[in-house]
């Protein structure tokens, strides 16, 4: 397997499970910084000259939900996705969730901080951004108490794609009333086989480039 990743990106979530399954892979860095996304040989693997992107013998797979959904089914013995449907269900709608009600507030404080030039951003929907993020962490937050993962009683998926947003909502300090998703956090990123922060990521990019 290939795995074309830029280190700070969603492509955490990919390398995360991989390494949580032990599987071995090749990474390939494409520095989004630099514009390699935009090279004809990776736009002819993915169009939208996005990563992560998967490459498993001729599955050619982009989202890093759908490649960390795919490399626990690959592996059902992981029970990294659950075999009981209920629990599967739970999976799924946690993964969702932290995509669609987290992940798009960060995404737009991103872009209007950093990603878009200066004259394209808009310092109003800064503050829309955070209202809208945090009675969903709120929801998550509630869901947490009193649990040590996401879904049942052991480690899934939805650990990889909720922990790692999290993350993000922490580099942007917006978790700051929501102590159990801290802690959650850090206990994920405790784990043996656990990725890079984000944070560790940013800081050691920019070690690197004053050096």
């Not at 074309?4 to 390494?19: C, D, G, K, V």
């Not at 049942?152 to 942007?172: C, Q, S």
């Amino acid at each position: 397997m290939k795995l074309y990743e830029f280190a700070p990106t969603r492509s955490i979530r990919a390398r995360w499970i991989l390494q949580e399954l032990g599987v071995d892979f090749e990474a390939v860095s494409v520095n989004l910084a630099a514009g390699e996304h935009r090279r004809p040989e990776f736009l002819e693997l993915n169009p939208a000259g996005k990563v992560p992107l998967l490459v498993d013998g001729d599955l050619v797979l982009s989202e890093s939900v759908a490649i960390v959904l795919y490399l626990g089914e690959k592996f059902p013995d992981s029970g990294l996705v659950p075999a009981d449907l209920r629990l599967r269900a739970d999976c799924y709608r946690w993964m969702l969730f932290a995509v669609a009600e987290l992940e798009q507030p960060l995404w737009r404080i991103a872009r209007h901080t950093s990603l878009y030039q200066e004259q394209d951003r808009l310092p109003a929907d800064l503050v829309l951004a955070r209202r809208d993020f945090k009675p969903m962490a709120a929801v998550l937050e509630a869901h947490m108490t009193g649990r040590a993962y996401v879904v049942g009683d052991r480690v899934t998926a939805a650990d990889f794609v909720v922990a790692y947003t999290l993350d993000w909502a922490g580099e942007a300090q917006l978790l700051e009333d929501f102590p159990t998703l801290r802690a959650y956090v850090e206990r994920m990123y405790a784990r043996p086989r656990a990725p890079r922060r984000i944070g560790d990521i940013f800081r050691a990019m920019r070690s690197g480039a004053s050096a």
